[in-house]
């Protein structure tokens, strides 16, 4: 079974900065997607960025400029920078992993437990 095990959440003042990280431990890692997803209190799960196989990101409107996603193939993780963090960035931030066809595998998605980040103002 796959897993996603995040890392780097906690609580910080405005304008600080954390880095998130999370290791992978599956073996296709480094033809996979990897993303990162957050969910406030009462509001819907929304992807904040994510990494293709070969490095072309995408990131939520919210956090462009402030935000940026990069992977380590030979480690399996990808990391998430958050600068200049702001009260509305506070929720818990989910990995994830879109894996595609391999051989007679059908594509998988799995998910991390989650790291809380909470942005004080």
């Known amino acids: 079974q796959v897993q996603l095990v995040e890392s780097g959440g906690g609580w910080v003042q405005a304008g600080e900065s954390l880095r998130l990280s999370c290791v992978a431990s599956d073996s296709f890692f480094s033809i996979s997607t990897m993303g990162w997803y957050r969910q406030a209190p009462g509001k819907q799960r929304e992807l904040v960025a994510a990494?293709?196989?070969?490095?072309?990101?995408n990131y939520a409107d919210s956090v462009k400029g402030r935000f940026t996603i990069s992977r380590d193939n030979a480690k399996n993780t990808v990391y998430l920078q958050m600068n200049s963090l702001k009260p509305e960035d506070t929720a818990v931030y989910y990995c994830?992993?879109?894996?595609?066809?391999?051989?007679?595998?059908?594509?998988?998605?799995?998910w991390g437990q989650g790291t809380q980040v909470t942005v004080a103002s």
């Open positions: 990494i293709r196989p070969g490095g072309t990101t």
């Open positions: 994830n992993e879109d894996r595609p066809r391999v051989a007679a595998m059908a594509p998988r998605t799995y």
